[in-house]
């Protein structure tokens, strides 16, 4: 009986750190990037990008952005990143606060830069990638060029 106890007391104690384990590994990668904003919108905008006790603070003027990088946001990897995008109306200090899961677009081999891209109706794309939106490889590049005319339009 004693040794038909130690027995299982062995496959409990085996089958515990099995579990133990598997949990320790299968936790989300998280990997730190190097943070720009592009705006396509007439809008001021405000993107804050990563878990809640992680967020990076990154201003974008309206059809602008990408003047500037933010170091560092950490990110899970293969999971959509919270971003809450922050948007200045028309009027004088009338702010609205949008909440959102963004999955992430991985492009090119070079993971320098996560890239928020600020769209039109209150859209957000996220990308990883080492290439800037006017690289022709850039998703972002052929909606670059469409809306360099807006924005010349609107400096005028």
Not at 19 to 45: C, D, G, Q
Not at 82 to 97: Q, Y
Request: aromatic residues 8%.
């Amino acid at each position: 009986m004693q040794q038909k106890t130690k027995e299982l007391l062995i496959i409990a104690v085996c089958i515990v750190s099995i579990l133990v384990i598997s949990l320790y590994y299968n936790k989300p990668l998280t990997k730190t990037y190097s943070m720009e904003v592009y705006s396509y919108t007439r809008e001021a905008a405000t993107v804050m990008l990563g878990e809640e006790d992680n967020k990076v603070i990154m201003d974008a003027l309206p059809y602008n952005g990408g003047g500037a990088v933010v170091c560092c946001v950490s990110i899970k990897v293969d999971k959509p990143v919270p971003v809450t995008l922050i948007l200045l109306r028309e009027e004088p200090d009338k702010w609205e606060h949008i909440n959102m899961e963004v999955p992430i677009g991985y492009v090119g081999d070079s993971e320098a830069y996560i890239q928020a891209h600020i769209l039109p109706e209150h859209k957000v794309r996220v990308f990883v990638t080492g290439y800037s939106r006017m690289h022709p490889k850039h998703p972002m590049n052929a909606y670059y060029e469409h809306i360099r005319a807006e924005q010349d339009a609107y400096e005028k």
